[in-house]
């Protein structure tokens, strides 16, 4: 896909995005000459209000996007960003991104699998991910950032106490 074909499928993904039809969206763009130039506070408005995952890699995916930190920490905390983004975020992401990563309830377990190999990103896994048996056992060496995670179960938290008293 080139970079006009990604430009058409964000613009087209925007207007549907915001209950406008296709073509009244093209002649808003059209009639104030806007190419695809997003302002920052924009991009963080539509991040924040849609679970469109095709949205959310268009927009990571976009040159613009790339050069703004802030937007990228805001795509890795995103509930909806795709596996995908994670991944380039893994392959080109900074430490600052991958904190945020981290930071994400649902971050899939092969990207956390990744970024536990990282004992910081480990102890903020450990408090933000939504937990199961597995990722337990995982980030079991980090029981007091597991005792902060807001996802535990009732026998994952008797398992916890059971491990620090006995």
């Known amino acids: 896909m080139n970079l006009q074909?990604?430009?058409n499928k964000t613009i087209l993904l925007l207007g549907k995005s915001r209950a406008f039809s296709e073509d009244e969206f093209l002649s808003q763009l059209a009639f104030h000459q806007?190419?695809?130039?997003?302002?920052?506070?924009?991009?963080?408005h539509l991040i924040s209000q849609t679970k469109n995952e095709q949205l959310l890699e268009a927009i990571a995916l976009l040159e613009p996007s790339k050069q703004h930190p802030q937007i990228i920490k805001a795509l890795a905390l995103h509930v909806n960003t795709p596996k995908?983004?994670?991944?380039?975020?893994?392959?080109?992401?900074?430490?600052?991104?991958?904190?945020?990563?981290?930071?994400?309830?649902?971050?899939?377990?092969?990207?956390?699998?990744?970024?536990?190999?990282?004992?910081?990103?480990a102890e903020i896994v450990a408090q933000n991910i939504r937990l199961d048996d597995e990722m337990?056992?995982?980030l079991s060496a980090y029981k007091n950032a597991l005792a902060a995670n807001e996802t535990l179960n009732e026998a994952i938290q008797q398992e916890l106490f059971t491990c620090n008293y006995m």
Not at 94 to 104: Q, S
């Open 5 to 7: 074909d990604l430009e």
């Open 34 to 44: 806007i190419r695809v130039q997003y302002a920052t506070t924009g991009i963080y």
């Open 84 to 121: 995908n983004v994670f991944k380039m975020f893994l392959k080109k992401g900074d430490a600052a991104v991958k904190e945020a990563m981290a930071d994400n309830v649902n971050l899939d377990k092969d990207i956390a699998r990744e970024l536990i190999k990282n004992e910081k990103l």
């Open 136 to 138: 337990f056992a995982l």
